[in-house]
């Protein structure tokens, strides 16, 4: 079982920024990819980036250019910089880990881009 907590969303102006973080414990063995989803109220959870353990990564194209993941393996800790944030980037951001076949997703962080 993996556990995952994110933290440092917010309100923020149209072309703000912020980082979002994502901690994992548990059992970390097997790896796959980690990454972020984001969801608004009545729509689909939509994939936004993901990181294969190798370093691969990937972007939805409403963020790429705008959004970077990263991570740091001492800390277990991936980060989801947000920058030239817009007004539907608004949604609640999960932190997936891709584990054995199986995928364990956070309590989720709310982001909030208003004027």
């Known amino acids: 079982q993996v556990q995952l907590v994110e933290s440092g969303g917010g309100l923020v102006q149209p072309g703000g920024s912020l980082r979002l973080s994502c901690t994992a414990s548990?059992?970390?063995?097997?790896?796959?990819?980690m990454g972020w989803y984001r969801q608004t109220p009545g729509k689909q959870r939509e994939l936004v980036t993901t990181i294969i353990t190798a370093g691969m990564t990937t972007y939805a194209a409403s963020v790429r250019g705008r959004f970077t993941i990263s991570r740091d393996d001492a800390k277990n800790t991936i980060y989801l910089q947000m920058n030239d944030l817009k007004p539907e980037d608004t949604a609640v951001y999960y932190c997936?880990?891709?584990?054995?076949?199986?995928?364990?997703w956070g309590q989720g962080t709310q982001v909030t881009v208003s004027p």
């Open positions: 548990g059992n970390l063995s097997n790896i796959y990819a």
């Open positions: 997936n880990v891709e584990r054995a076949g199986y995928d364990y």
